[in-house]
């Protein structure tokens, strides 16, 4: 197992710290298909470390995470007249999001390579999860998040499982920036998805879909921030396909907020990605306007043959407010811009209705509590009678 850079192919060795080539380009995790257990996809006993022979590490800091539903969502097949359709429930994992995914095996290798200390820059849920790994390994977490753009229930979570909080006045991107510097200077590890061990779990969501489905669906849909998700996903169908477990691919479709769309519109403009400046969105988790890992997830939606599509605000509270009402899924607002990306794709008849969609529901609804408790408006308390509750049922 190495590391190669995605731009140049440069090999570098699993052992050395880095996270990007010499040439600027962005690294992946190159597995050897040759010792993987290809004989493993039974469906049964679905969780993460279930597929450690396909992993790069061999310690494990685990708070079993991974083997999450996939919800099948009849009344959403039926309402919009899907063929199938599902959603893989992220938020079902330790701390509520994939990212825990990311984090067992990324902190894992913080240990195996030595690192006592570990670093990210976040909009919520990457802070929340490292700081759970990291108190589970016994290391110390720094997370940079930005000042008041984050959700309540991450904040409280990064803070409780005892993360050094560091507000920073600016948004991710300029976090990241820091973090990056960090990592260079002063000796701590960086888990944000520009390492790519953390795709390396992050991966999994794909195998455990084939797992459960015992098919591959024909497409994924995933919401995009920093564009490590998508990539990770994409990485680990293809490492399927290169191993002889699966001989078909799944489209994969991008789904970015309006405010915050960098890739959504190089794609439909036909242009050259470009940052965007001032990226806003109700959905902080995915308030990023230069993401990261563009072009890997670039390559992953062109060579799956899918698309990057974008979606308002209002189409995302909407499908947040459709997934709970219809299906009992409460999902925080980045997570229902995959199907609030559906629902845009199939009205404007750019995506096929006989075929199967896979939606990544990305992060727990209670995560975010404050965009459902705001935009209600509970009604006058009543007297603690049977009249008075007679009343509220006429
Ligand atoms: C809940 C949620 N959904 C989606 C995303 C987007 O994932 P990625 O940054 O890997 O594109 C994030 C983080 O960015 C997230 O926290
Ligand atoms: N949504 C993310 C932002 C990107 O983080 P990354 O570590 O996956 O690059 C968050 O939760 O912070």
Known sequence: MVLRCIKCGRIYPEDEIRYRCDCGGLLEVVIDLDKVDTKIFDGKNITLWKYESWLPVKKRVSLNEGGTPLYRLENLEEELEVRELYAKNEGANPTGSFKDRGMTVGVSKALELGMDKVICASTGNTSASLAAYAAKAGIKAYVLVPSGK?????????????AQVVPVNGNFDDALRVVVEASRELGVYMLNS??????????????????????????VVVPVGNAGNISAIWKGFKELYEAGVINELPRMI???????????????????????????????????????NWPKAWNAVKESGGLF???????????????????????????????????????EGAIDRSESYVLITTGHGLKDPNIVVNNFKLPEPIEPTLEAFRRVME
Do not use: C, H, M
């Open 194 to 219: 520009i390492n790519p061990f953390r795709l390396e779990g992050q991966k999994t969501i794909a195998y455990e879909i084939y797992d459960q489905l015992q098919r591959v669906p024909d497409n």
């Open 150 to 162: 984050i959700a309540l229930g991450k904040l409280a979570q990064a803070i409780i499982y005892g």
């Open 254 to 292: 991008g789904i970015q907020a309006e405010g915050a769309s960098p890739l959504a519109k190089a794609w439909k403009e036909g242009r050259e990605f470009k940052p965007e400046e001032k990226p806003e969105t109700v959905a902080t988790a995915i308030r990023i306007g230069n993401p990261a």
């Open 309 to 347: 599509e974008s979606v308002t605000d209002e189409e995302i509270l909407e499908a947040q407010r459709i997934l709970a009402s219809k299906e009992g899924l409460f999902v925080e607002p980045a997570s229902a811009a995959s199907l609030a990306g559906l629902i845009k794709l199939l009205r």
